[in-house]
C-alpha cells in the first residue's frame, strides 16, 4: 500500500496532473502501462515523465507492481461504492442494476486513461492484487443479484420460460457488459470522443436490461437511475 512519505527534490516544474507527486505517479505510470505495457515501461521512465529522481518513486511505491495494484483498484473503488448503497436501496431492481451498469460503464469510458485495459496486461492475470480482486469479485456478487432480481421482474411470457442454464447465463452478462467498454474504448478510441461517454454508457445499460428480457420502454427506468444516482451521490 502506497504511504505519504516526503520525496525528493523535484527535477522540473510540475507537467502531469495531480496535487501531489503520488498522483502525478500514477498517471505517468497509466499512460505508460498502456501504451508501452507494464514490462516496456520502468521506473526511470515513470520518473522522467513525471520530472522527478527515479528514487522518489519508492518514497510512494514499494514495487512497480504496487503502482499496478493501486491503478487496477481504482477503477472499481467509486462503482464498489455505489453498489454498496444500491444493495440497500428500496427502488426496483431493474432500475438499481440498470444505474449501476450506467455509474460504471460511463467512469470507465471517461477517465483519463483506459485503466480498465491493465486488467488484461499479462502481468494483471499472473499476479495477485488482493484490494481490486476483493473489489472485483463484491461488483460481480453485486451484478448477479441485481440481474437476477430484474429478471424476475420481468413480466414477458418469453423470459418466464427460460431454463435455469440461461437464467444462470443471463444473469452473468450485465457484468461483462460492464467490461466490454474497456475493449470498445480500446478498440475504437475515437468511438468515446465522437458518441460520447454518457450515451455510449446508456446503450450498453440498455443492452443489458434486454439481454435479462426487460422490454418496453426503457425511458423512465433510465430517469429513475439517475435520480438514484444523483440521490446516493448526494
Known amino acids: ?30 499512460e505508460l502501462f498502456i501504451t508501452r505495457g507494464f514490462a516496456g ?9 513525471v520530472g522527478i529522481q527515479q528514487s522518489t518513486i519508492y518514497h510512494y511505491f514499494s514495487t512497480k507492481e504496487e503502482i499496478l495494484d493501486n491503478l487496477l483498484t481504482r477503477t472499481v473503488v467509486a462503482p464498489a461504492r455505489l453498489a454498496e448503497s444500491l444493495m440497500r436501496d428500496p427502488e426496483r431492481a431493474a432500475v438499481r442494476l440498470y444505474a449501476m451498469v450506467w455509474f460504471d460503464c460511463r467512469q470507465l469510458l471517461a477517465a483519463q486513461w483506459n485503466l480498465g485495459a491493465l486488467f488484461n496486461l499479462p ?16 461488483l460481480r456478487d453485486c451484478y448477479r443479484a441485481l440481474s437476477l432480481a430484474t429478471r424476475s421482474e420481468s413480466s414477458t411470457s418469453d423470459s418466464a420460460q427460460w431454463s435455469a442454464t440461461e437464467v444462470d447465463i443471463a444473469a452473468a452478462l450485465p ?14 478510441p475515437g468511438r468515446v470522443e465522437r458518441i460520447g461517454a454518457d450515451d455510449l454508457a ?33
Request: charged share 35%.
Open 123 to 138: 502481468e494483471s492475470t499472473r499476479t495477485k492484487f488482493p484490494r481490486f480482486d476483493e473489489r472485483r469479485e463484491y
Open 41 to 49: 515501461t520502468s521506473t526511470r521512465l515513470i520518473a522522467t515523465a
Open 175 to 188: 457484468f461483462h457488459f460492464v467490461e466490454a467498454a474497456i475493449q470498445i474504448r480500446s478498440d475504437s
Open 202 to 234: 446508456t446503450g450498453i445499460a440498455d443492452a443489458a436490461l434486454r439481454a435479462l428480457g426487460h422490454s418496453g420502454d426503457l425511458t423512465p427506468v433510465r430517469k429513475a437511475a439517475r435520480q438514484v444516482i444523483r440521490q446516493i451521490e448526494d
Open 1 to 30: 500500500m502506497s504511504t505519504s512519505r516526503p520525496g525528493r527534490p523535484r527535477r522540473v516544474e510540475r507537467r502531469r496532473p495531480g496535487d501531489t507527486p503520488e498522483e502525478e505517479i500514477l498517471d505517468a505510470a497509466a
